[in-house]
């Protein structure tokens, strides 16, 4: 399966394998997938690079930024459900390539996808309660609720800098109740999206796929998030969102404190709240 970047190989160059990194930097890469990085540890979360449609009347969004093969490091990958856009071997295959990487994913995305080509000492499968070193960050599985995917997680990543919770398309539960009581969550990503309009039998239907504006904020608020960063609200054609709305549904509420609106290829710092897309280079 070949993987085309629509922004050649600028990007990466730069941003992820060029970067000085303090603290923890994380990269948007669309949909939910995040490249993050300390100064001796990269990871990578739900990376999806695909060019095609999933299906023949869904059309993908955002740009590919990178092909999987141009990271210079990966020390793991971590994915949180089975559906393709965020469980998907072609996409982080060639990340797998780097010494030591495995990828760690449910049971269930073992089940549903061909791993044929990936080692069966890098498959790692995940349950909640587990926890991972990896270099100088800790990711801790935790459960969710994602009712239309066969087997959810999400990950809580901690650093000496602060702590990030990664909610994948997981939709409230009592489980962010759980994860709030246990963690003091700096920074948290979540879906935002409405429901889509499918054809299923010949027939378009409407289903809700994501979470709402009114999950969202009570999601954040069960699990406490100071710096709210919604995802895949740009995702799908016609399955879009506006996440200038959150901020107005959030108006009564605790939390979220901030909300950044990220565009792929943004960079976040854990330490510093603040977008700082990418820099424009003289002469390309």
């Given at each position: ?12 160059r ?13 990269w ?98 995940v ?31 901690e ?52 979470n ?15 710096r ?21 549904a ?35």
């Amino acid at each position: 399966m070949t993987i085309n970047s629509d922004w050649g190989e600028w990007w990466i160059r730069e941003e992820i394998n060029g970067a000085d990194v303090e603290g923890v930097s994380l990269w948007f890469l669309g949909v939910t997938g995040w490249a993050i990085r300390t100064p001796e540890t990269t990871v990578f979360i739900d990376p999806y690079f695909s060019t095609e449609r999933d299906r023949e009347y869904i059309a993908r969004m955002p740009p590919v930024p990178m092909e999987p093969d141009w990271a210079e490091a990966c020390d793991a990958v971590f994915c949180t459900h089975d559906h393709r856009d965020h469980f998907w071997p072609p996409s982080f295959g060639p990340l797998l390539e780097h010494d030591g990487a495995s990828v760690h994913a449910p049971a269930e995305c073992y089940e549903n996808h061909d791993v044929s080509d990936i080692a069966d000492d890098q498959q790692e499968r995940v349950e909640p309660g587990d926890s991972h070193e990896v270099g100088d960050l800790t990711v801790h599985v935790r459960d969710g609720r994602d009712p239309d995917a066969d087997g959810s997680v999400t990950y809580v990543i901690e650093h000496e800098e602060g702590t990030i919770f990664h909610g994948g398309d997981n939709r409230p539960c009592e489980a962010f109740h759980e994860v709030g009581e246990e963690f003091d969550i700096d920074m948290g990503m979540l879906s935002y999206g409405t429901s889509g309009r499918i054809r299923m039998d010949g027939e378009v239907k409407r289903r809700k796929l994501y979470n709402d504006a009114q999950d969202v904020v009570e999601a954040a608020n069960a699990l406490g998030i100071d710096r709210l960063v919604p995802t895949h609200w740009r995702r799908w054609r016609s399955i879009q969102a506006d996440p200038g709305a959150l901020s107005k549904a959030a108006t009564t509420f605790e939390y979220p404190r901030i909300i950044e609106e990220i565009e792929v290829g943004d960079r976040l710092r854990l330490g510093q709240p603040g977008i700082v897309p990418p820099a424009w280079i003289d002469g390309e």
